[in-house]
């Protein structure tokens, strides 16, 4: 699969890929006199409306075989279309004109971190394992071939029928991989470095969204969710500084960081995006932003398959808080709440659909929640050492002979995750604070992101009580913290409103 065009096409391919983006997302979001913010948080929201809608929509194409040159050329027009409307409805000037207050040294610090994270995240080739084989591989698959339905993904095929296939997990989502072939289409050629342009502000567009869900309570509160969310360490690289500052010049390397094209900085972007949409259309109450916050889940549920497992706890957590059903609160919040769980159901439909038709080989846990499976573990069950390397070519034997527990291991990993202040800072300490404050119990907006922040928990170490694959490799790799990443942005937000605000005011529920 030869690339057309050099790597200064793929650049320019890149550099246009972000305004187009841009464009796209800031004409879907809901006027900036309905729901005020500034042009930091509006860039945030519009570049992740932009992406998502762009997940979402391709997806939809390919799951009814439409070639990706056309999605992309459909894709373009729409974004300027989009992007017209947003500057005829006057967004610009009337975001320019809603303050921020945030101070120089507020300004300067989430520019290193948010333009700095976009830098090193085009720095790194595309040479880790899940950015390589289950995401770049796929959107090179869609640049130079444009079906997912390719035998260089589906398998090899002969005069038998199928009996091989490249890659790891043929039925990943393909919204990463949409996005660097975006990239690339733009360019007219692929290249592992320009092709990550659409992949490089995750961590940007994070604190700028969690500003944007808390503003309405106060600015104060708002700085807070967003000094948190940016100064979070797993946003950028795993056990910062623990090897000293030789471990940067690995950075992209191995597992070490979250940056480059991987599939974790998506989920936790717009999930975050998803929530603070959500509750600003509870605020207002306003339809339009509700929908859009459930399209940016369902965006995440095109990201990475723990993408859609995160979009049925956003749903589950709502029914639970009583954001949908009880009488508690305006009917108008409710109302607008089931606008944003009827976006999000239709949104993860396309991927659903397009999953339907790729194999299902490792990725399927479905089949492996299943009660005497979840039963065997609780009970004591073994750990699986016949799927260890070292015990694969017989090199330890004293695993064979006393393997551990799993039920051990899983809430073992997650309690080193909860102290690991090289990794999270104070995070997870405020947040289990947090959720015992009486506060968060007695609202339901507080309540709904505490419940999306357990559950999402709880899911992962179900997850990975029965998971197929040897469960200390995976730890290796940066599981679970990798999965707990996904959870930064309502994190952040129930950290800022418990410390800096003892209950969100009546009005917004």
């Known amino acids: 699969m030869r690339s057309r065009g050099g790597p200064s096409l793929t650049l320019i391919g890149g550099l246009l890929a972000v305004p187009l983006l841009l464009l796209g997302g800031a004409g879907v979001l809901p006027s900036a006199k309905v729901i005020p913010r500034g042009l930091w948080e509006n860039a ?44 005829k409805r006057g967004d610009l000037e009337d975001c320019r004109r809603t303050p921020t207050l945030l101070g ?52 090899i095929a002969g005069d038998s029928g199928l009996f091989g296939r490249m890659v790891t997990h043929p039925n990943y989502p393909l919204g990463v991989p949409l996005l660097e072939a975006f990239a690339a289409w733009l360019g007219g050629g692929w290249n592992d470095r320009w092709v990550q342009f659409p992949l490089a502000f995750w961590a940007a567009a994070l604190p700028a969204v969690v500003f944007f869900g808390l503003r309405h309570l106060s600015l104060a509160t708002a700085k807070v969710g967003a000094l948190v969310a940016a100064s979070v360490p797993m946003l950028y690289v795993r056990d910062f500084l623990a090897e000293g500052t030789g471990g940067l010049a690995m950075a992209g390397l191995g597992n070490t960081s979250s940056l480059g094209g991987w599939g974790d900085l998506p989920i936790a972007a717009l999930l975050a995006g998803g ?27 095109c990201m990475k398959n723990e993408g859609l497992a995160m979009a049925g706890v956003f749903a589950l957590a709502l029914l639970f808080s009583g954001a949908l059903l009880l009488a508690e609160g305006e009917a108008k919040s409710r109302r607008v709440t089931w606008f944003a769980l009827a976006a999000l159901l239709v949104g993860v439909l396309p991927w659903l659909i397009l999953r339907s038709s790729l194999p299902s080989i490792d990725e399927n846990y479905l089949s492996h929640f299943q009660p005497d499976r979840i039963a065997h573990f609780l009970g004591g069950g073994a750990e699986l050492v016949e799927k260890a390397p070292k015990v694969m070519v017989g090199q330890a034997p004293e695993l064979l002979a006393n393997p551990p527990e799993r039920r051990m291991l899983v809430p073992g990993y997650f309690g080193e995750e909860i102290f690991d202040f090289r990794s999270w800072g104070l995070l997870w300490p405020l947040v289990f604070i947090a959720l015992f404050a009486p506060s968060t119990r007695k609202d339901p907006n507080q309540r709904w992101l505490a419940l999306l922040v357990i559950g999402g928990l709880l899911l992962y170490a179900l997850i990975l009580l029965v998971t197929p694959w040897y469960l200390p490799l995976l ?35």
């Open 44 to 87: 945030g929201l519009a570049w992740l409306a932009g992406c998502a809608l762009f997940a979402v929509f391709g997806t939809l194409g390919l799951a009814f075989g439409v070639p990706f040159p056309i999605i992309a050329a459909v894709a373009v027009a729409g974004c300027l279309f989009s992007g017209w409307k947003a500057w």
């Open 104 to 155: 120089r040294g507020w300004v300067l610090l989430l520019a290193i971190l948010g333009l700095g994270s976009a830098a090193l995240t085009l720095a790194l080739p595309i040479n880790a394992f899940d950015p390589l084989l289950h995401f770049a591989y796929k959107g090179k698959i869609l640049f130079h071939h444009g079906s997912p339905t390719d035998q260089a993904l589906m398998g």
């Open 275 to 301: 929530c603070g949409l959500l509750l600003r259309a509870r605020a207002t109450p306003c339809k339009r932003a509700a929908m859009v916050a459930g399209l940016l889940v369902a965006g995440g549920a």
């Open 475 to 509: 730890r290796d790799k940066g599981i679970p913290e990798r999965l707990m990443l996904h959870l930064v942005g309502p994190a952040s937000m129930i950290v800022a409103a418990w410390w800096a605000r003892p209950s969100f005011p009546s009005s917004t529920t």
